[in-house]
């Protein structure tokens, strides 16, 4: 999870970021690992986003990179065992902290999205060619003696040749060889991928925690505001402070007064909607209110499932999921909220007309609620 550098820039970067919170038994489980002498030569983090997953995967790179052999491995000129460590935290004043914040450990490399140098604009994947980069540097001697680590943040955006030149690093790890994959989305990525590595699933955020920061990177916003975004974070304090950036309130609002009309449309509304979410170069706007629109779908779906109403985020939307309950069966929601997902995927990938887009998600929204089981 992240935590403070200070409360007035908000969280820090994964890399800088000393604080770990709800992580023990994720912390644990690579403590107990790398003290068996036999640890796993990669991990695969997987969970929402914005849960601390990349701050997880940091935090034990740093660990290892300061502790290049489990305790009681080596001895002090005196025969004694050095202590075992009880955590993977280390002091932010410590050097090895220092350089890995800095991004200047020889011994440490981070896999991202890159700039394309011919547009200037950040790219969609990572490369085949940043992969093998970072083969070579595994396959180096380490600069100071231990490990080297590779953290790919994340490996959901690997395009597929990348993703096959990284499982030929999975085949035949070097020695010494650590690489902390993180995953949005473990579903998505080569069988052969996930077969090769140790999975950790990490687990959303307790609400309260979420609560807790809410508090304090968003002090401006009223207690309503807050809990209403402490609920759409769902357990992610990055979605929750993303939203509260972005105006995600605001649009929830306005699609819920969009859906308050079903199982029958405003069709003023509905286009005033899309002109909204379509408007300017910019496509945030665009894609918070599609990813709303599908969240609130698995919502309602999983609410109907367990046979009662998920809990409100902002006051009377109960009796819109409770009315939409008596609607289509799971037989209908469950392709419906498929067939939206897709469409919202196709877009960026054809280009297609994001207002077309809003309105086609919302008239089989129509569709589909106006069929009565």
Request: hydrophobic content about 45%; overall charge neutral; charged content about 25%.
């Amino acid at each position: 999870m992240t935590g403070p550098e200070n409360d007035d820039a908000g969280p820090p970067e994964p890399r800088a970021n000393p604080e770990l919170l709800d992580r023990e038994a994720a912390e644990q489980t690579l403590l107990r690992a790398f003290r068996s002498g036999r640890l796993p030569h990669a991990w695969l983090l997987s969970g929402p986003r914005g849960i601390g997953k990349a701050t997880l995967a940091y935090r034990f790179a740093r660990f290892v990179l300061a502790e290049p052999k489990p305790a009681g491995q080596g001895a002090d000129l005196f025969g004694a065992a050095p202590a075992a460590p009880e955590g993977l935290y280390l002091e932010p004043e410590s050097e090895v902290f220092r350089r890995v914040a800095a991004g200047s450990h020889p011994d440490l490399r981070c896999l991202e999205v890159g700039v394309d140098p011919r547009t200037g604009k950040t790219r969609r994947e990572i490369l085949v060619d940043d992969v093998r980069k970072i083969g070579h540097f595994l396959r180096m001697t380490s600069s100071e003696g231990g490990w080297r680590v590779v953290i790919v943040d994340s490996i959901d955006n690997l395009n597929r040749n990348a993703a096959n030149a990284l499982l030929k690093v999975l085949e035949e790890p070097p020695e010494q060889a650590l690489l902390m994959l993180v995953s949005h989305a473990p579903g998505g990525l080569l069988a052969t991928v996930r077969s090769r590595c140790c999975h950790l699933p990490v687990a959303p955020l307790q609400e309260a925690t979420v609560a807790r920061l809410m508090e304090r990177f968003a002090p401006d916003l009223s207690p309503e505001d807050r809990a209403a975004l402490v609920r759409l974070g769902e357990g992610s304090i990055g979605r929750a402070l993303d939203l509260a950036a972005g105006g995600g309130l605001e649009l929830y609002r306005e699609l819920l007064s969009v859906l308050e009309d079903l199982p029958r449309l405003d069709v003023a509304k509905t286009h005033a909607l899309g002109d909204r979410l379509a408007k300017g170069s910019d496509e945030t706007a665009f894609r918070t209110g599609m990813e709303l629109l599908i969240w609130w779908l698995a919502r309602s779906i999983r609410g109907a499932a367990e046979g009662k109403p998920p809990p409100e985020v902002l006051v009377g939307e109960g009796a819109l999921a409770a009315r939409l309950a008596v609607g289509p069966g799971l037989a209908r929601w469950l392709p419906l909220w498929d067939k939206i997902t897709r469409l919202f995927t196709q877009a960026g990938a054809a280009n297609l007309d994001r207002k077309q887009v809003v309105i086609t998600a919302l008239l089989e929204l129509e569709a589909a609620t106006a069929t009565r089981t």
